[in-house]
């Protein structure tokens, strides 16, 4: 599919110039470098879903735009892996003259949907419908200042979690940290963590759904410097405890699937694993841990900022768009409708753990 100055490709169509000047425009973004906005991230999804496209915005010959996206039937587009990515958007040239609705007609989208947009994306926020935040980890200056940012902001946090780390190298055996584990058992482990997880808090589990498992096994052996799986694993006694896989750029760690042996919940083992996690990017010369959208406890205790992101989407006239907003937006008002309600937010999380027992027992 083609519009004049865009061209409409799939991720795997893309010449390996273009994905350099993909490239260098992250680079030169004030946005930070997520690795979810690279080209091995869009790459990775298309192997594993198929309706994957990617916009190529030209002036003349030169690629100076990209927009990676699902189109669906009747035109419903959606950003890449939406419900799953952690950052969503498009990659453009400073102060190039495209409207949303260029851009989208072009891809032939009736509407674009987002629920983790970046919040550089001029073309899109205006067509948002909610901001949410986005937990963040600063280690720019080095894991020593995050300490002591945490002891300034939670002592008994940090003093809490430091115990029970000492206290489970005591009585449960040697505390061993793997930044960046190969083993794909460790993965496997991980992954059964977390379904059961989501199955016991009574939420959808992702890992049921093939396409996640098949991406996230690609992503594990992604390696560019800026896109590269990353697997952190906690070992206590030479046994696995606690992990995370996420995606590093040179900059920033995309915090993504974090879990934990249930067995050892009393030593806060996530805890301490991201405080690990937090001080082996620092090391690396990464200066920001993304631990994404969503309220949690443990993102409360950690985190030292937040950033924006948000959600809704571009539509225009026509059945797509009447189908959009049927399929989504009830559910996104009435998610939002909770969300500000800090007591019946209470409410439904018994209600999903409710659920959760249920359908274990």
């Not at 809490?160 to 206290?167: I, N, P, S």
Request: aromatic share 8%; hydrophobic share 40%.
């Amino acid at each position: 599919m083609s519009s004049g100055r865009i061209r409409v490709l799939g991720p795997e169509d893309l010449a390996e110039g273009d994905r350099e000047r993909w490239r260098a425009l992250r680079a030169a973004s004030t946005a930070p470098r997520n690795p979810f906005m690279e080209p091995e991230f869009a790459t990775a999804v298309g192997r594993v879903r198929p309706a994957t496209r990617v916009a190529v915005v030209y002036e003349g010959r030169e690629p100076v735009g990209f927009l990676p996206h699902e189109r669906g039937a009747l035109g419903r587009g959606q950003a890449l892996a939406h419900g799953v990515s952690d950052v969503q958007g498009a990659v453009l040239a400073p102060g190039l003259g495209l409207g949303a609705d260029e851009l989208l007609r072009a891809c032939g989208l009736s509407s674009f949907a987002f629920d983790n947009l970046e919040a550089e994306q001029g073309l899109f926020v205006p067509h948002a419908a909610a901001e949410y935040a986005s937990y963040v980890i600063d280690v720019e200056k080095g894991y020593e200042t995050y300490e002591s940012v945490l002891r300034a902001q939670s002592p008994k946090f940090l003093k809490t979690t430091l115990a029970k780390e000492r206290r489970l190298g005591r009585q449960v055996g040697e505390l061993r940290f793997v930044f960046d584990e190969r083993d794909p058992a460790a993965l496997r482990t991980l992954m059964a963590w977390k379904s059961a997880q989501y199955r016991r808090t009574g939420r959808r589990d992702r890992f049921a759904q093939e396409w996640i498992n098949r991406l996230v096994g690609l992503l594990a052996e992604t390696r560019a410097p800026d896109c590269a799986g990353t697997l952190s694993v906690l070992y206590a006694g030479g046994r696995p405890i606690a992990a995370h896989f996420g995606l590093r750029s040179s900059t920033v760690l995309a915090c993504w699937f974090p879990s934990y042996e249930p067995e050892f919940a009393r030593f806060s083992p996530g805890l301490v694993l991201h405080l690990r996690m937090a001080e082996a990017a620092a090391a690396e010369g990464i200066g920001l841990l993304d631990l994404g959208r969503g309220a949690a406890e443990y993102k409360d205790a950690l985190r030292t900022g937040e950033v924006p992101v948000y959600e809704g989407a571009w539509t225009r006239p026509g059945v797509g768009a009447a189908l959009h907003w049927l399929g989504r937006e009830p559910a996104r008002r009435a998610h939002h409708f909770v969300r500000n309600r800090p007591r019946l937010a209470a409410t439904a999380a018994r209600v999903l753990k409710g659920a959760g027992r249920l359908r274990r027992a």
